[in-house]
DNA sequence: CTTCTGCACTTCTATACAGAAGTAGTTGAC
DNA sequence: GTCAACTACTTCTGTATAGAAGTGCAGAAG
């Protein structure tokens, strides 16, 4: 689940580093699933021969990755990504409601492809699954994307019936494979579109669309998905923090 | 410097907060400029009649706001906020050198105004300082700013001569008025300009340019400045890490 | 049935101490 | 003069301990 080399890099890290790394892949092994404390701080001291202060720091470094949650009194959490909504933020809604909609998702076409050179330089391998995806707000199509997967590592997804799948990706990703996103880093820029998605996004040949290129990452710094979506530039939005 | 009411709520607060603010107000205050090494934790310890630990905790607070940098064997000092230059990613020249060339600024004009109410909402005030500002890449514009500050905090930058300033603002504002940028949140869309602008940027008046909003934050979550910058669209590129 | 109290748990704050690891300057040997 | 060793610092890691603060549940009191 973890990379390899993560785990087997026991060499000469601190302890509280080493103790981070064995937690990160239980959880990824999927060891204290859903809304169940995983074990108090005395409990990982013990087990592990450690004192728990250490104990402390190491959870402290995965509550601060976004990993883990700490309740005062209650326990240690899995946190629950709350990840998409952070990320699905452009092309929001600024029509007549406010309000917190996610876009329908309509899965297009999905099948294994040999990605393109620039792809599989960032994710490793250019033994890929391909998602289309079209992305609707009341009926009207705002968003394509075009979503590039290791096989290695989500091998299957391709036939994973639609309904199963939701409107969200990366809990998806979690729950079925295991693998918590991490990070990403988006890259926006302004284009006019190819004439196959002018088509699906219901423009007109010669309009102009707003591109987000994504690069998703997971806790081990690893590329795990690349996707580049497109939407029509006059209702883009995109709201980033920085810092 | 900062603000009062984060001074005075020394109520109930763990002490490695309250410490943290005081050396933040330290900090703002122009205490310790430059690359000269603060007090090392046993002094802060004596001083504040605190144990190490507490003090430890609250200069670790610091290191992840960005506001303090600490080497093992040297000190701790204060982080030049090399914050710019991270914002200053649109834009980005992927013409012939990917070099990091930072682009010339030359203020258009400077002025004392009232705000329009949606700045006036963010800054908390009508009483405002504009900047207009152009940014060019070999000659070329590639970026008209407009920048509002609240006079009450940045008085007399309007009359500061322009070789001063230089052609990052964030390090600015720290040295002349003692001013951290801690965050920022940025808006990216995509528009027409008006008539004015895309005659200072060398543009058809039809032609689409790249429009970044971006709210300033300082230390304690006021907001500091508001801009809106504006640049060509089909140069654009905006870079975002997320998570 | 509702409210309060107590208890066993959790994480959080704060202290103290020992030694590792890294830095920078000085001193001494060659 | 050059380079190595030493030294006096710094931050970092790890341990141990005490009590505060918050949670959730069970059982008593009303």
């Given at each position: 689940?973890?990379?390899?080399d993560r785990?087997?890099?026991?060499n000469?890290l601190?302890?509280y580093?080493r103790?981070?790394?064995?937690?990160a892949?239980?959880v990824?092994?999927g060891?204290?699933?859903?809304?169940v404390a995983l074990?108090s701080?005395?409990?990982?001291?013990?087990?592990?021969?450690?004192?728990v202060?250490?104990?402390r720091?190491?959870?402290q470094?995965?509550v601060?990755?976004?990993?883990?949650?700490?309740?005062?009194g209650?326990g240690?959490?899995?946190?629950?990504?709350?990840f998409?909504?952070?990320?699905?933020r452009f092309?929001?809604?600024?029509?007549?409601?406010?309000?917190?909609t996610?876009?329908v998702?309509?899965?297009v076409?999905r099948?294994l492809?040999t990605?393109p050179?620039e792809?599989a330089?960032?994710l490793?391998t250019?033994?890929?699954?391909?998602?289309?995806?079209?992305r609707?707000?009341?009926d009207q199509?705002?968003?394509?994307e075009?979503?590039w997967?290791p096989?290695?590592r989500?091998?299957?997804i391709?036939?994973?019936?639609?309904?199963?799948i939701?409107?969200?990706l990366?809990?998806?990703?979690?729950?079925r494979?295991?693998?918590?996103?991490?990070?990403?880093e988006?890259e926006v820029?302004?284009a006019?579109?190819p004439?196959?998605?002018?088509?699906r996004?219901?423009l007109a040949?010669?309009?102009f669309?707003?591109?987000?290129?994504?690069?998703?990452?997971?806790?081990d710094?690893s590329?795990i998905e690349?996707?580049?979506?497109m939407?029509p530039?006059?209702s883009?939005?995109?709201?980033s923090r920085i810092?």
């Amino acid at each position: 689940m973890m990379s390899p080399d993560r785990l087997e890099q026991d060499n000469r890290l601190p302890a509280y580093l080493r103790l981070r790394d064995r937690i990160a892949a239980r959880v990824a092994a999927g060891e204290w699933t859903a809304e169940v404390a995983l074990p108090s701080e005395n409990v990982f001291a013990r087990e592990e021969g450690l004192s728990v202060g250490t104990v402390r720091k190491a959870l402290q470094q995965l509550v601060s990755e976004g990993l883990l949650e700490r309740r005062q009194g209650a326990g240690t959490f899995l946190r629950k990504p709350a990840f998409e909504p952070t990320l699905f933020r452009f092309f929001a809604l600024q029509d007549a409601d406010r309000a917190k909609t996610i876009p329908v998702s309509r899965l297009v076409a999905r099948s294994l492809q040999t990605a393109p050179a620039e792809v599989a330089e960032v994710l490793g391998t250019a033994d890929c699954i391909r998602i289309d995806r079209l992305r609707l707000l009341k009926d009207q199509p705002i968003l394509s994307e075009e979503i590039w997967l290791p096989r290695a590592r989500f091998d299957g997804i391709e036939t994973v019936a639609e309904g199963e799948i939701g409107p969200l990706l990366y809990p998806f990703y979690l729950e079925r494979f295991g693998t918590f996103v991490a990070h990403a880093e988006d890259e926006v820029s302004f284009a006019t579109p190819p004439a196959e998605i002018a088509r699906r996004l219901g423009l007109a040949a010669d309009a102009f669309v707003a591109v987000i290129e994504r690069t998703a990452f997971a806790l081990d710094g690893s590329a795990i998905e690349w996707r580049r979506a497109m939407g029509p530039a006059r209702s883009f939005r995109y709201r980033s923090r920085i810092g």
